[in-house]
């Protein structure tokens, strides 16, 4: 599943900011793992795996625009 053709870059972001919000917020590997499988079907194991490296929201961004525009 990709999240290109199923949102609009406002809604990408407005979805990464929600979870990179509730991520630092984050205490226990068990609210890590309901984290994960609350955003994993709207953004994906690659979006939610660079947000947990600490890329950019923008960089997230940025990117899925840039493969948009490619396909």
Avoid: F, N
Avoid at 11 to 33: C, F, N, V, Y
Avoid at 41 to 67: C, P
């Amino acid at each position: 599943m990709t999240t290109k053709a199923m949102h609009s870059p406002e809604e990408l972001e407005s979805l990464l900011k929600e979870a990179a919000e509730q991520l630092k917020g984050l205490q226990t590997i068990d609210d890590m793992r309901a984290w994960w499988r609350k955003h994993y079907l709207t953004l994906g194991h690659k979006k939610l795996g660079r947000l947990l490296l600490g890329q950019s929201i923008d960089t997230l961004v940025e990117r899925s625009k840039r493969r948009a525009e490619i396909d």
